[in-house]
T-cell receptor, first 111, second 117 residues
Framework: GESVGLHLPTLSVQEGDNSIINCAYSNSASDYFIWYKQESGKGPQFIIDIRSNMDKRQGQRVTVLLNKTVKHLSLQIAATQPGDSAVYFCAVMDSSYKLIFGSGTRLLVRP | KAGVTQTPRYLIKTRGQQVTLSCSPISGHRSVSWYQQTPGQGLQFLFEYFSETQRNKGNFPGRFSGRQFSNSRSEMNVSTLELGDSALYLC????????????????FGPGTRLTVL
């Protein structure tokens, strides 16, 4: 079945810098990918998604890049702010339409 | 529009007991999915209900069950609780995860923190 892995359990960045969080998936047939943000005491919050027919998608201060050749997904956050501190999960929808989550990367923003 | 609500927010039970958790989806959403979140295993899919039918199921023992009512509200039940069932149980609603585009977005509730002693 599908598996999803994140490259770093923790990422520390300086406020104002850009952050890049990476994710790898196993199934080359995967079609739909999502990034979630989870703050302490809250459920995951949708950030941005991308389908396999796209390589890049941009939102407000966030960009998701999809490299289907190496089965890699990344989330870029521009001008990282203290409010961006959270755990970030990538999720892949498998062939039976359930979400498979990565283990999460904790983003720490240094003032 | 109100978000996904889950009750109770916190629960303490002892081994062998059973527990029922409740989830009210966003108005108009017909799909409800349940996830278990633990530090060791991360977020794991339990099951998904759509129009009162279980449409998808994860790899959890039969002690974990759920149901959905005609108003789309959902409950999950865990019987014969074990220490390892201690977790944050999250509910997510969407119009229909099988639809394409924005309809795929799942909105999560705050979760129910279950502690088994």
């Amino acid at each position: 079945g599908e598996s999803v892995g994140l490259h770093l359990p923790t990422l520390s960045v300086q406020e104002g810098d850009n952050s890049i969080i990476n994710c790898a998936y196993s199934n080359s047939a995967s079609d739909y990918f999502i990034w979630y943000k989870q703050e302490s005491g809250k459920g995951p919050q949708f950030i941005i998604d991308i389908r396999s027919n796209m390589d890049k998608r941009q939102g407000q201060r966030v960009t998701v890049l999809l490299n289907k050749t190496v089965k890699h997904l990344s989330l870029q956050i521009a001008a990282t702010q203290p409010g961006d501190s959270a755990v970030y999960f990538c999720a892949v929808m498998d062939s039976s339409y359930k979400l498979i989550f990565g283990s999460g990367t904790r983003l720490l923003v240094r003032p | 529009k109100a978000g996904v609500t889950q009750t109770p927010r916190y629960l303490i039970k002892t081994r062998g007991q059973q527990v029922t958790l409740s989830c009210s989806p966003i108005s108009g959403h017909r799909s409800v999915s349940w996830y278990q979140q633990t530090p060791g295993q991360g977020l794991q899919f339990l099951f998904e209900y759509f129009s009162e039918t279980q449409r998808n199921k994860g790899n959890f023992p039969g002690r974990f069950s759920g149901r959905q009512f005609s108003n789309s509200r959902s409950e999950m039940n865990v019987s014969t609780l074990e220490l390892g069932d201690s977790a944050l149980y999250l509910c997510a609603s969407s119009p229909d995860p099988l639809a394409g585009g924005p309809e795929n977005e799942q909105f999560f509730g705050p979760g129910t923190r279950l502690t088994v002693l």
